[in-house]
């Protein structure tokens, strides 16, 4: 959906392009013929815990220094169009709420928001058909044609039938070697692996540190990378539990493409976020060999390409720039050497 906030003062760039998900946020300003003129990243984006109103103002800063270091910061509006690929921007309500306000803010004549995904869609596309599966902290799934038609999931955790992504995986293993360790269940080298990551000498006490709060959230969070490395060595329990997280991007996957109709069709299938684009090899080789079963015309590829460019891409899309321009975009970005994950 697009809006118009009124008639802007100045000259603003051609295109504010943000990108921002659960895990790091980056701005861009694109001028009308491609160039990125400036940047900015900055942390996670979470509307689900602090409100639309409040994360979207903690964006505020981090338009002013991409603004800054670009040499256009004029009074008035940043660039004519906003394109807004917003983590947790999933149910309706949630993207009218973060739409408005963004508005709000008066930073573009024109907006688009669109869920984090697309972003890493177009970033990984050289037109606007295919599917992505990002799976990060969390895990998510979409697909468009050139016509329009997208596949979207509600993608809101468990109870929309989600599995998986770094926020659930260090979880996962901790449940299995809690499970080990008392007697529940089969024993694992995770039981000893996740505390002495911590310099702890038992599950117990790890369990403890999570459970009062002695562990952030991100500390937590280098467990999953560890989970890998345990499965890489031939941990049965590790092993499987990469086995299903291979599963499930498979899923979500085959998933959008036969709601898309495309299963008799090549498509790509961009995969992208820090738990796919981390090199785990075993989770890639299951993931590829599930993909060739289920729907064999399908052509997954890990995205190279940093999200935002998506996200510029859309609102290149939107303004119907020229091809030269989209690649010039392209150029600039890697002259940058903005990465494609934090």
């Known amino acids: 959906m697009m809006s118009d906030p009124g008639t802007p003062r100045g000259t603003p760039a051609a295109v504010l392009a943000i990108d921002a998900g659960n895990s790091k946020t980056d701005v861009a300003i694109v001028a009308d013929d491609g160039t990125v003129r400036g940047t900015a990243r900055g942390g996670p984006f979470r509307p689900d815990r602090v409100g639309a109103t409040a994360a979207v103002a903690a964006l505020g800063p981090l338009v002013e220094k991409a603004q800054a270091s670009s040499g256009l910061d004029q009074p008035g509006p940043v660039a004519r169009h906003v394109s807004a690929c917003l983590a947790n921007a999933d149910l309706p309500v949630e993207h009218e709420a973060l739409e408005d306000a963004i508005l709000s803010r008066e930073w573009g004549r024109s907006i688009e928001v669109f869920n984090d995904t697309f972003a890493l869609l177009r970033a990984g596309l050289d037109e606007p058909r295919g599917i992505a599966v990002v799976c990060g902290a ?82 937590c969070m280098q467990l999953t990378p560890l989970l890998f490395e345990v499965a890489a060595g031939g941990d049965d329990v590790a092993s499987a539990l990469v086995g299903r997280q291979a599963e499930e991007v498979v899923a979500l996957a085959v998933a959008a493409v036969r709601r898309l109709g495309v299963l008799d069709e090549p498509i790509p299938v961009v995969l992208g976020g820090g738990v796919l684009t981390a090199g785990h090899q075993q989770l890639m080789d299951q993931i590829n060999r599930l993909l060739s079963e289920a729907a064999p015309l399908a052509e997954p590829r890990v995205a190279r390409t940093p999200p935002v460019v998506g996200a510029a891409l859309l609102g290149l899309d939107r303004l119907e720039a020229p091809s030269s321009v989209r690649d010039r975009l392209q150029e600039s970005f890697a002259a940058l050497g903005v990465p494609a994950t934090p």
């Open 138 to 219: 969390g895990i998510n799934c979409a697909g468009l044609l050139p016509d329009g038609t997208t596949a979207t999931f509600a993608a809101v955790g468990h109870i929309s039938g989600d599995w998986g992504g770094g926020g659930n995986l260090w979880q996962e293993a901790m449940w299995w070697a809690a499970r080990s360790v008392d007697g529940r269940g089969p024993s694992t080298a995770l039981a000893v692996a996740l505390p002495r990551h911590f310099g702890l000498a038992t599950m117990h006490e790890l369990i403890a540190a999570v459970h009062l709060g002695s562990l952030s959230e991100s500390e």
